[in-house]
Structure formats: structure tokens, C-alpha cells
């Protein structure tokens, strides 16, 4: 076990329903600690960075103009293992796939309309975090 952080963001087609409240319950149910919050829109150029990983995709451009489409939250998250422990309260990539009782399951509305992002490994987070938050805006 290791006491981590990790990065949500909690999609357009999420903060578009008003479930930004019903996904952080979620996320708090699930033994993870909100130490930061921020509702945003991404620019253009934003997604295109945040999202540069998968630039050679064939999604990528759509994944962009959706990420941009509304207002987002991100969210700094802490807890035991809060990488990997939010990946499984998020659930699979597409929503037909994803276990019952996660997060894609329940309000995910497609692969790409997913309602929420979760970092993938310990560095990855850490870029994430440190792409949208300064030291002085998380507090434990
Ligand atoms: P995220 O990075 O958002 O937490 P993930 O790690 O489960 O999701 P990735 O492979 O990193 O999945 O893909 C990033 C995002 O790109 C997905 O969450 C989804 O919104 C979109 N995406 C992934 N695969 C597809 C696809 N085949 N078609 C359309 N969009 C996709
Ligand atoms: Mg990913």
C-alpha cells in the first residue's frame, strides 16, 4: 500500500448532467480524499497538451473537440493507492464494458463520453497534477 495522489477530471458530458456531485460521492465512498477542485473550460491548445500521449491515435481530434465542448472539474485526489484505487471506482474505458457499480457504468454515456478521467500510473499523475495545480492550491 502507498498513501498517493492522483488527477480527475470529471468530463463535459458529467458536468452537462450535473452529476459533478453524484462522482464525487463516488470518489469519497471509495476511500479517496478531494484536496483540490476547480471547474474549468479546457482551450483548445490545453486538451491538445494534456492529451499529447495519445496524438498518433485516430481518436485523438475528437477527443479534443469533446474534452473543449463544456466545462470541466479537476480534481486532486489522495488515499491509499489512489492511482490504481481510482481506476477500479472508474471503471473500464467504454461504459459496456465497465463493472458493475463503477463510475462508467452507471453515468458513462460512450468509449468517448466516459464522464470521467483518472491517471494511469504514479508518474502520469504527477505530470497531471502538476499541469493544472500549484503546490499552494492542494490541501490535505
Ligand atoms: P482516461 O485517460 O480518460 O482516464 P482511459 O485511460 O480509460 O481514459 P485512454 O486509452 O487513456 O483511456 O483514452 C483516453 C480517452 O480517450 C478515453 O477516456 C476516451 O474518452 C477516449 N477514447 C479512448 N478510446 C477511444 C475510442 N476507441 N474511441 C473514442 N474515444 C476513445
Ligand atoms: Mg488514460
Keep these: 500500500m502507498a498513501f498517493e495522489r492522483t488527477l480527475s477530471i470529471l468530463k463535459p458530458d458529467a458536468t452537462n ?15 479517496l480524499k478531494i ?5 474549468l473550460r479546457l482551450k483548445r491548445q490545453e486538451a ?6 495519445h496524438a498518433e491515435r485516430p481518436f485523438y481530434r ?11 472539474v479537476v480534481e486532486v485526489l489522495e488515499g491509499e493507492d ?3 484505487r481510482l481506476r477500479e471506482i472508474m471503471g473500464a474505458t467504454d461504459p459496456e464494458k465497465a463493472a458493475n457499480g463503477t463510475i462508467r457504468k452507471d453515468f458513462g454515456l460512450s468509449i468517448e463520453k466516459n464522464s470521467v478521467h483518472g ?3 504514479r508518474e502520469n499523475a504527477q505530470r497531471e497534477i502538476a499541469f493544472f495545480f500549484s503546490e499552494i492550491e492542494i490541501c490535505p
Design 35 to 39: 484536496v483540490a477542485q476547480k471547474r
Design 62 to 72: 475528437d477527443l479534443v473537440a469533446f474534452m473543449t465542448s463544456g466545462p470541466v
Design 17 to 31: 448532467r450535473n452529476l459533478t456531485g453524484a462522482i464525487n460521492d463516488r470518489f469519497e465512498k471509495g476511500g
Design 48 to 53: 491538445e497538451r494534456f492529451y499529447e500521449i
Design 82 to 84: 489512489a492511482v490504481s
Design 119 to 121: 491517471s494511469d500510473s
